[in-house]
């Protein structure tokens, strides 16, 4: 679904310089993988999902993605502060050109996977950090992308709620298959070690800037995941120091 062959991205640095941001990096994700990548501050792991998202172009190598524009979800709030709760989950589908009553039966269900049904007349003034967050996810979920990129999309958020985030996204993910008839390909940034073992089929480490892939991590723990059950799994331990180490 995404193939990049030695991309690299150079910035114009200040009296002429060139900054290299990213790679030279080879990537292969496959259709209904959930890959996550960790790496240290300023190592280019937004560069390589801006580029995913065709928000920026590449300086060298090459690089294609599945069929259609893949959709970002960043951390700060994406929420139209103009629009209800249901409102933003129901745009995207008013873009398609669906139904009122198609529109009210996907936005309906999306708000009760994410535990929004009571505040789907709020406004985004109205909620937390964790429900915007939460409004975000129901709306990727609603457009119904081949590919989702998640930029630190619970990273500015309490350990608690970050916890509930992650257990609503496995169960939007593993749960019914889209319309692509397969599960949604996902590539998740997170600082989180942790978070990127609970989440993942597959943890990539990228080395400090440039970033390349130094380290693959396939994650084995079966599915339908329980975050907080995984914490017990003795592998979980070993994997985190595997991968702290790869970080180090
Ligand atoms: P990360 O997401 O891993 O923290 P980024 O992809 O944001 O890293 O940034 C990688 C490097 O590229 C950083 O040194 C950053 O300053 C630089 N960079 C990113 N975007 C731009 C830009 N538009 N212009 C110049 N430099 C940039």
């Not at 951390?75 to 209800?84: A, E, I, K, R, Y």
Request: charged fraction near 20%; charge should be neutral.
């Amino acid at each position: 679904m995404i193939v990049a062959r030695q991309l690299t991205k150079d910035f114009a640095g200040p009296e002429g310089t060139v900054i290299r941001a990213l790679g030279p990096l080879d990537l292969q994700v496959a259709p209904g993988e959930f890959v996550c990548i960790v790496g240290p501050s300023g190592c280019g792991k937004s560069t390589l999902l801006r580029l995913i998202a065709g928000l920026e172009q590449p300086t060298a190598g090459t690089l294609s993605v599945g069929s259609q524009t893949p959709i970002l979800v960043f951390q700060g709030d994406s929420t139209f502060p103009w629009l209800t709760v249901y409102g933003n989950v129901e745009y995207p589908l008013k873009l398609r050109g669906l139904s009122e009553k198609e529109r009210e039966a996907a936005v309906t269900h999306k708000l009760g996977l994410v535990g929004l049904s009571r505040f789907a007349e709020a406004y985004p003034y109205q909620l937390s950090g964790g429900m915007k967050q939460r409004v975000a996810l129901a709306r990727a979920w609603v457009a119904d992308p081949e590919i989702l990129l998640m930029d630190e999309p619970f990273g500015a958020l309490d350990e608690q709620t970050r916890m509930a985030l992650q257990r609503e996204l496995l169960r939007l993910w593993e749960g019914a298959p889209t319309s692509h008839d397969a599960r949604k390909t996902v590539l998740f940034v997170t600082h989180s070690i942790d978070e990127a073992l609970t989440l993942g089929d597959r943890v990539l480490v990228m080395s400090a800037a440039p970033g390349r892939i130094i380290k693959e991590v396939r994650v084995p723990f079966a599915r339908p995941r329980e975050a907080i059950q995984l914490k017990r799994d003795p592998s979980f331990g070993e994997l985190t120091y595997e991968l702290w180490q790869a970080l180090a």
